[in-house]
């Protein structure tokens, strides 16, 4: 089953406005990833957050994680039209056996 | 490096025949994943390979649904008979884990899937 969950899935914004997509888990991680797939294409690693980090910059990415809350947060700043795409959180099961479990993903639309 | 690479992208093709699906993931990669991705069903992992060894097929639908990985370079996914609620887009992603760490996951470009 899924275990990634995000919140909200579907977000339109204006280029330049920043994007926040939220991610929620129910087990005890390794680590919590987040992809983009741009349409009709294959997904793409943007950034992976360890349990024991609670930050992480690449770019104009931001994530957060609070291990507490089962909770992570994805921040895209400035957005552009090429930010376009639906992103999703996967976990890596601590004690798992390396699958990682797929959120259904947040669509994102930058208006230009 | 070419990425994972994947054929056929496109495959049309009507009920009851068979189809095979193949992948080649990065160089170096030890776990290979296929999933397959629906508007209604979201992304579902179908099963994963780690150095050539099936580890986790509960996500395979049925016995119509197969997969081999012979050597480290390539692998196969085989629906025999199809159906039409097989119609989805296939992806293969390769990654390099380590000691229950799972990485991140190379995606190739998908196959999209359609039975009629």
């Known amino acids: 089953s899924q275990q990634g969950e995000e919140d909200p899935q579907a977000l339109s914004i204006q280029e330049g406005e920043n994007a926040t997509m939220n991610c929620s888990y129910k087990t005890s991680i390794n680590n919590l990833q987040w992809y983009r797939q741009n349409s009709g294409r294959g997904l793409v690693h943007l950034i992976l957050?360890?349990?024991?980090?609670r930050e992480k910059h690449s770019g104009r990415l931001r994530v957060t994680l609070d291990t507490s809350k089962k909770s992570s947060s994805l921040l895209i700043t400035a957005s552009r039209a090429a930010d376009t795409a639906s992103y999703f959180c996967?976990?890596?099961?601590?004690?798992?056996?390396?699958?990682?479990?797929f959120g259904k993903g947040n669509q994102v639309v930058v208006i230009p | 490096d070419a990425g994972v690479i994947q054929s056929p992208r496109h495959e049309v093709t009507e009920m009851g025949q068979e189809v095979t699906l193949r992948c080649k993931p990065i160089s170096g990669h030890n776990s290979l994943f296929w999933y397959r991705q629906t508007m209604m069903r979201g992304l579902e992992l179908l099963i994963y390979?780690?150095?050539?060894?099936?580890?986790?097929d509960s996500g395979m639908p049925e016995d119509r649904f197969s997969a081999k990985m012979p050597n480290a370079s390539f692998s196969t996914l085989k629906i025999q008979p199809s159906e039409p609620r097989d119609s989805a887009v296939y992806f293969c992603a390769s990654s390099r884990d380590r000691d229950y760490f799972s990485y991140e996951q190379y995606f190739g470009p998908g196959t999209r899937l359609t039975v009629t």
């Open positions: 996967a976990t890596d099961s601590r004690g798992g056996n390396n699958r990682l479990a």
């Open positions: 390979f780690n150095n050539n060894v099936p580890i986790d």
């Open positions: 957050i360890r349990s024991n980090e």
